[in-house]
């Protein structure tokens, strides 16, 4: 990646508006409209991030090390870095983001530690930050117990310290499930190494939220300016749940709940196809680097249909909700805004605008949250 003047990187830079306070819409955004003051139901949103100094610190000391790989989401942490109004609100667990959440109608924020969290620091320091994330989101959820939920970081690469850390996050802490970055360094939670972090998950019956993070070393999507949400971001979530489906990791933890953001990164709209085409990857020898082959027990489309949850994240869309409730199970799609990376009253007024019937609306934006994440 190159070195701009200013200390920005090329390619990383102009994907993110720097001034987070611009509302733009899009051909398919809905009209600006009324948010309803008193919905007959709560709004849980589901995949609102935050940070703390720290974390950005030790990001941001690697990155200008010299000593870290070529990491993309390493990079993507030292961009967010320099937009001051964004850091504002990403650190921020009191006043300012419970106003922006009046300001929306938001009752209620699930926290999950942005992108690309823990998993990119010096190694050995990702479980101790992931400790005090832990402990900081915590905090924030006993001051304010009737607005802030969280889910617990972790640091994949220290598997022993993720499995005590998840066991502590949710018998101490009582957090609402855990948060992985998607990545790190290019490696996926798919690899029977990282299982004992599944079985502990399973253990707990936490979710799991896998975020999307930049692609690992990928100058062909940076070139063409596709970093963030137009490609990289879905495609890094894609590649790791399907991983993790075809790793036969939902056969052998039967009770592992995963939940994936952006209307399930586009791919419930591909059930079909994945089923036709399971024998790609399933009970195909020679494949992640020669180990036995998995057969899985069921098709792919069952295990959207059973072990994973989506959430809506920046797509106010009524056709795609609709489609998702309808294929999924309306009891496996959950609201969620994406604050403050893509928030917008005319978001949530087209959420209340949306013809579901009422039933199918408050599980939308309240109670499929509850009982996924355990919010009381
Ligand atoms: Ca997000």
Same mark, same amino acid.
């Given at each position: ?31 600006? =409209? ?72 938001? +009752? ?39 607005? !802030? ?5 972790? +640091? ?5 310290? #993720? ?22 360094? =290019? ?28 692609? !690992? ?7 063409? =300016? ?130 579901? #019937? ?14 996924? !994440?355990?919010?009381?």
């Amino acid at each position: 990646m190159t070195k701009l003047e200013d200390g920005s990187e090329k390619g990383l830079k102009g994907h993110f508006k720097e001034d987070y306070s611009v509302r733009t819409r899009t051909g398919l955004a809905p009209r600006a =409209g009324h948010i309803e003051r008193n919905p007959p139901y709560k709004r849980i949103a589901t995949e609102e991030a935050w940070t703390f100094p720290d974390l950005v610190k030790a990001q941001v000391e690697y990155l200008n090390s010299g000593e870290a790989p070529n990491d993309d989401s390493l990079k993507m942490a030292g961009m967010f870095s320099r937009m001051p109004s964004l850091q504002e609100m990403l650190q921020d667990l009191g006043d300012l983001r419970l106003a922006h959440m009046d300001e929306y109608g938001i +009752d209620r924020q699930l926290l999950l530690l942005t992108a690309p969290g823990v998993q990119v620091v010096r190694p050995g320091e990702g479980t101790p930050l992931a400790r005090q994330a832990n402990d900081i989101a915590a905090e924030a959820c006993r001051k304010h117990p009737d607005r !802030f939920s969280a889910c617990a970081a972790f +640091d994949p690469r220290d598997v022993a310290g #993720s499995v005590k850390e998840i066991d502590r996050a949710m018998s101490q802490l009582k957090l609402n499930g855990a948060v992985l970055n998607s990545h790190f360094q =290019g490696r996926y939670i798919d690899e029977p190494e990282f299982f004992p972090i599944l079985e502990a998950l399973e253990a707990h019956d936490a979710a799991l939220y896998i975020h999307p993070t930049a692609p !690992f070393n990928a100058p062909h999507y940076e070139d063409r =300016g596709f970093y963030g949400a137009l490609a990289g971001f879905p495609h890094d979530v894609w590649l790791h749940t399907m991983g993790l489906i075809f790793s036969g990791a939902f056969d052998r933890f039967p009770k592992l709940r995963l939940v994936i953001g952006h209307m399930g990164e586009a791919m419930p709209l591909q059930l079909y196809r994945f089923d036709w085409m399971q024998g790609n990857a399933d009970n195909r020898a020679g494949l992640r680097g020669g180990r036995p082959p998995v057969k899985l027990q069921h098709p792919v489309s069952y295990y959207f249909q059973n072990n994973i949850w989506i959430t809506t994240s920046g797509v106010a869309w009524e056709p795609a909700v609709k489609f998702c409730m309808e294929q999924l199970g309306s009891d496996r799609v959950l609201y969620a805004m994406d604050y403050p990376y893509q928030q917008s009253s005319d978001e949530v007024a087209a959420y209340d605008r949306m013809q579901l #019937s009422p039933e199918h609306k408050k599980m939308l934006m309240q109670t499929n949250a509850e009982r996924v !994440f355990r919010i009381r």
